[in-house]
Nanobody
Framework: QEWPAVSGGGSVQAGGSLRLSCEGY????????MGWFRQVPGKEREGVAR????????YFSNSVKGRFTLSRDTAKNTSHLQMNNLKPEDTAMYYC?????????????WGQGTQVTVSS
């Protein structure tokens, strides 16, 4: 299984946007479910969004709902996390992961992370 690094992190001012991508994971089981998580030092990792790469269904945590969106490229097993109206509290290391099922945060395999920093 190959897991290229997540791309698209960086620094932005509050109100700005960033787009993260996670691509190329070789799923070896039936469901193709991908999740996005974030973690701040000293705090637990938080699930923020997940997507069914086949059917397109998505879920967002209350902390990002209405500001973050997900898109997919099924042929490339890729998901893109579009983050709009970013807030300083969105600052974190963001990770993608393959999920065992699409309606829960159960991790099958972690991907790499990328830093997102939002300044006020």
């Amino acid at each position: 299984q190959e897991w290229p690094a997540v791309s698209g992190g960086g620094s932005v001012q509050a109100g700005g946007s960033l787009r993260l991508s996670c691509e190329g994971y070789e799923f070896t089981y039936g469901r193709r479910c991908m999740g996005w998580f974030r973690q701040v030092p000293g705090k637990e990792r938080e699930g923020v969004a997940r997507i069914n790469l086949i059917l397109g269904g998505t879920y967002f945590s209350n902390s990002v709902k209405g500001r973050f969106t997900l898109s997919r490229d099924t042929a490339k097993n890729t998901s893109h996390l579009q983050m709009n109206n970013l807030k300083p509290e969105d600052t974190a290391m963001y990770y993608c992961a393959a999920l065992t099922v699409c309606d829960q945060w159960n991790i099958y395999e972690w991907g790499q992370g990328t830093q997102v920093t939002v300044s006020s």
